[in-house]
């Protein structure tokens, strides 16, 4: 059984920081892609971050980039999104997803196996 589970969301002040973790189970990811998505009401689930198999290349939706740090430990089989000066309209639930192939793709039809998510509110 494999299972992706989201920690470290919560409610916080525009500005402040969060870092999210993703602790996979039930098998080993270190040769596939690893991505951060999130959804807020009424939207559809949209690609915030990436990472390669091996942690070499990243990648960042524009509205993350700059602000938020995508990493893994394979060892630890977690995946990591450390997010600074965090504003309103980061204010989602955030899932971990892990990709068929080595690399990133900002596509959800592109992973197999999603966490149930962790809620992260940002107010004003």
């Known amino acids: 059984q494999v299972q992706l589970v989201e920690s470290g969301g919560g409610l916080v002040q525009a500005g402040d920081s969060l870092r999210l973790s993703c602790a996979a189970s039930?098998?080993?990811?270190?040769?596939?892609?690893m991505g951060w998505f999130r959804q807020a009401p009424g939207k559809e689930r949209e690609f915030v971050a990436g990472?390669?198999?091996?942690?070499?290349?990243?990648h960042y939706a524009d509205s993350a980039k700059g602000r938020f740090t995508i990493s893994r430990d394979n060892a630890k089989n977690t995946l990591y999104l450390q997010m600074n000066n965090l504003k309103p309209e980061d204010t989602a639930v955030y899932f971990c997803?892990?990709?068929?192939?080595?690399?990133?793709?900002?596509?959800?039809?592109?992973?197999?196996?999603w966490g149930q998510g962790t809620q992260v509110t940002v107010s004003s």
């Open positions: 997803a892990v990709a068929r192939r080595m690399w990133i793709d900002t596509t959800t039809r592109a992973y197999d196996y």
């Open positions: 039930g098998g080993t990811f270190s040769t596939q892609a």
């Open positions: 990472i390669s198999w091996s942690g070499d290349d990243t």
